[in-house]
């Protein structure tokens, strides 16, 4: 191995008016060890590592010079060979492992984290979500059954306003108890919004604690159709839930959301 010093930095064959000194591209050191290396089949090459921050470069040279170096002849080697080329070569090589290696690396590092944190969001609202969406099936310290009681009253109460609601339901509002329940309101492997039928003798719509956010928000859309489902169900028994009490359904729900839309923009 041979260290060149500042002193030893050997000038490349061209105008020796201008600075030739051979300088680390990447932090304009001028000190380098220069290690001659020898192939399988005796190709001979040349390492120059910079002394301060370790970029190097590697390249191939003719017998001769690689004979110099290993002679600690270097000085003779040097002032035979165009050092700007080398210098030009290596600014070039550093450009493009900045640009293939260096930058790629970092920016599949950023994308990486990106991914990281989009997948953990993810992760996150699924479960917030799931929360959300069952938290009846646990036991929600924040629910206050009176309150969603009377939030329900007001709600069919409001059904008795719109001009085209169906007679026949509006009557089942004032003769039929709705009545929200804390019952778990899971059926087989789905989950259940209301039920209306003949409950210990009477007849009566359940109002299940699905339709409500676990903080006691209703989920007023929702809550508003499960009363006129169970309400078409206790008017028209006889339909069951066939194609007719679909679309009678959707036909309620409809009318009740013009009449909603039409009184919010007056």
Avoid at 57 to 79: C, H, M, R, V, Y
Avoid at 104 to 129: C, E, N, P
Avoid at 147 to 158: D, G, M, P, S
Wanted: aromatic content about 12%.
């Amino acid at each position: 191995m041979i260290n060149k010093s500042p002193e030893q930095a050997i000038p490349s064959i061209g105008d020796s008016q201008k600075d030739k000194t051979l300088h680390c591209p990447s932090c304009g050191e001028n000190k380098f060890n220069v290690i001659p290396l020898t192939g399988k089949d005796g190709e001979q090459f040349i390492r120059i590592l910079c002394q301060k921050c370790g970029e190097h470069i590697f390249f191939q040279t003719p017998d001769t010079f690689s004979k110099s170096i290993e002679l600690d002849n270097a000085g003779d080697a040097w002032e035979t060979k165009n050092y700007s080329y080398i210098q030009q070569e290596w600014e070039e090589w550093l450009r493009w492992k900045q640009k293939h290696l260096v930058q790629v690396s970092s920016s599949r590092s950023y994308l990486s984290k990106y991914t990281q944190l989009l997948l953990a969001l993810i992760f996150t609202g699924s479960i917030l979500f799931f929360i959300l969406e069952r938290w009846h099936l646990l036991d929600p310290v924040f629910e206050n059954p009176e309150k969603r009681q009377n939030y329900i009253t007001e709600l069919a109460e409001q059904l008795l306003e719109v001009p085209c609601f169906p007679s026949i339901m509006k009557i089942k509002i004032r003769t039929v108890p709705i009545h929200y329940t804390r019952e778990r309101p899971v059926h087989q492997n789905y989950i259940q919004y209301g039920e209306a039928g003949i409950y210990w003798g009477e007849e009566q719509i359940k109002i299940h604690r699905s339709n409500f956010w676990f903080f006691g928000w209703p989920k007023k859309n929702q809550l508003m159709n499960t009363l006129v489902h169970e309400l078409r169900h206790r008017s028209s028994p006889g339909l069951g839930h066939n194609s007719t009490f679909y679309k009678l359904v959707e036909k309620d729900m409809q009318c009740v959301l013009d009449y909603i839309s039409a009184v919010e923009h007056k």
